[in-house]
């Protein structure tokens, strides 16, 4: 029984470590703001609002964490933001 739970913790430790990495936006002085709230509700499906505060975290601190997830999750994403010629990484 005890070897069983040990293993059960284990592989819920590996899934939060999956889990613990963040699609990083960073600030650049070329796009609005319309355009970075835009891109966040599309490739991020954020809300307005969740996509208004991220894009004003981003301007006012260089950068923001936008998404949390596994990187296979969040790969896609980067992807899209960087395709939008947003600069986009995952920490």
């Known amino acids: 029984m005890a070897n069983q739970n040990k ?3 284990q592989n819920e430790d590996l899934t939060s470590l999956k889990n613990n990495n963040f699609l990083i936006l960073h600030n650049d002085d070329y796009h609005t703001f319309d355009y970075v709230i835009d891109a ?3 490739v991020c ?3 307005i609002e969740q996509a208004v505060q991220s894009t004003y975290l981003v301007h006012y601190k260089g950068k923001a ?3 949390k997830g596994s990187y296979d ?3 896609p994403m980067m992807s899209k933001l960087k395709d939008k ?3 986009a ?3």
């Open 40 to 42: 966040l509700i599309d």
């Open 73 to 75: 999750f969040l790969k």
């Open 7 to 9: 293993t059960q913790k």
């Open 85 to 87: 010629k947003l600069k």
């Open 45 to 47: 499906e954020h809300d």
């Open 89 to 91: 990484t995952i920490e």
């Open 65 to 67: 964490d936008v998404k």
